[in-house]
């Protein structure tokens, strides 16, 4: 799934990286908590969070996440776009909650493990 189709499914507003749009990512998560994500999330991946600090690009950047969703309309900070772009992270932000986000992306076939339908 391209990070374009990502934006469309979740209705969300690109707030760095529309160079990225045709960024392939191959699996998704959804946490708060860092540490899972350290644990569980699989390369290339979707993060959606609603923890708005720069830690979550920090853990992006380690894990190979090519983009951030930022989810319940949470606004990241001026320091965290520059992060992101520093990293070549892409950072949306979507009205959806965690759980409607997560459901979206899964029905639309992003696994947490990279499989397909």
Same mark, same amino acid.
């Given at each position: 799934?391209?990070?374009?189709?990502? @934006?469309?499914?979740?209705?969300?507003?690109? #707030?760095? +990286?529309?160079?990225? #749009?045709?960024?392939?990512?191959? &699996?998704?998560?959804?946490?708060?908590?860092? /540490?899972? @994500?350290?644990?569980?999330?699989?390369?290339?991946?979707?993060?959606?969070?609603?923890?708005?600090?720069?830690?979550?690009?920090?853990?992006?950047?380690?894990?190979?996440?090519?983009? @951030?969703?930022?989810?319940? +309309?949470?606004?990241? &900070?001026?320091?965290?776009?520059?992060?992101?772009?520093?990293?070549?992270?892409?950072?949306?932000?979507?009205?959806?909650?965690?759980? /409607? &986000?997560?459901?979206?992306?899964?029905?639309? +076939?992003?696994?947490?493990?990279?499989?397909?339908?």
């Amino acid at each position: 799934m391209k990070i374009a189709e990502v @934006v469309t499914l979740l209705n969300a507003e690109v #707030l760095y +990286g529309n160079d990225l #749009l045709n960024v392939e990512v191959e &699996s998704g998560c959804g946490s708060d908590m860092m /540490s899972d @994500v350290l644990a569980f999330v699989k390369d290339r991946a979707v993060m959606l969070t609603g923890l708005v600090n720069p830690q979550t690009i920090r853990t992006a950047e380690m894990m190979d996440i090519k983009c @951030v969703v930022f989810i319940r +309309g949470k606004n990241p &900070s001026e320091m965290i776009l520059q992060l992101a772009e520093e990293k070549g992270i892409a950072v949306l932000k979507t009205a959806h909650g965690m759980y /409607s &986000s997560c459901g979206i992306l899964y029905a639309a +076939g992003l696994r947490s493990d990279g499989s397909a339908l």
